[in-house]
């Protein structure tokens, strides 16, 4: 479920609502066989996808999540509610793995920079640097901006800030290569984070076990 969605999202930045209702009527089926039948920790297993839906839900209507990423995780919660490989279901270890790959990203983009030669404060670990026509083909966002006819640094993009102005305005002041931050679908690191929560678990709770160890 989770290839099929990352492939698309990478495409397009979008999963269709209907991609979701296959795997959406796996679930009810699923959860109606464990009523059932129900097998031990049946309760528990679903009292936390039930909070981890209404959770979702909440941060998507605030716009902490993507729509497709908590669609997703939604439908995980309920296809997958016990837990495979260590404490906690699937849902809740995929995004502590998501989150925590995200943050290798700096590290890995300030590597490629640095070997490339471009040493350029905190910009060189959140983006790269590219022509102006190359950067509004791509799932990029700028990270300059021209302000009082000077270019400065912007590393955030205020949601539903129109980018094509930007863009403008950065070659009427005669940039021609502009550094920016991938639009990295929050999508594919949930993949990532779930095969890996097959294999070895969650990969912050070693961390902390050691770290709050007496």
Do not use: C
Request: proline share 8%; hydrophobic share 55%.
């Amino acid at each position: 479920m989770f290839a099929g969605a990352s492939w698309l999202d990478l495409r397009s930045r979008r999963v269709a609502n209907r991609y979701w209702f296959p795997f959406i009527t796996a679930a009810a089926v699923f959860v109606i066989g464990d009523l059932l039948s129900p097998p031990q920790g049946w309760l528990v297993a679903y009292g936390a996808a039930a909070a981890a839906t209404a959770l979702l839900y909440g941060m998507w209507h605030l716009g902490s999540f993507g729509g497709a990423d908590a669609k997703g995780l939604m439908v995980v919660a309920w296809l997958a509610p016990f837990a495979v490989n260590g404490f906690f279901p699937p849902v809740l270890d995929m995004m502590v793995n998501a989150t925590t790959l995200l943050f290798a990203m700096p590290i890995l983009l300030g590597i490629w920079n640095l070997s490339h030669g471009r040493v350029v404060g905190p910009a060189m670990l959140l983006g790269t640097p590219m022509a102006i026509d190359a950067a509004e083909a791509r799932f990029v966002w700028p990270m300059q901006r021209v302000k009082d006819g000077k270019t400065k640094w912007r590393y955030w993009h205020r949601p539903g800030e129109a980018i094509a102005p930007v863009y403008e305005a950065l070659r009427n002041a005669g940039v021609t290569t502009v550094w920016t931050t991938p639009k990295i679908p929050f999508m594919v690191p949930l993949f990532v984070g779930l095969a890996v929560h097959l294999r070895y678990g969650n990969l912050l709770l070693p961390v902390l076990e050691r770290w709050l160890a007496p």
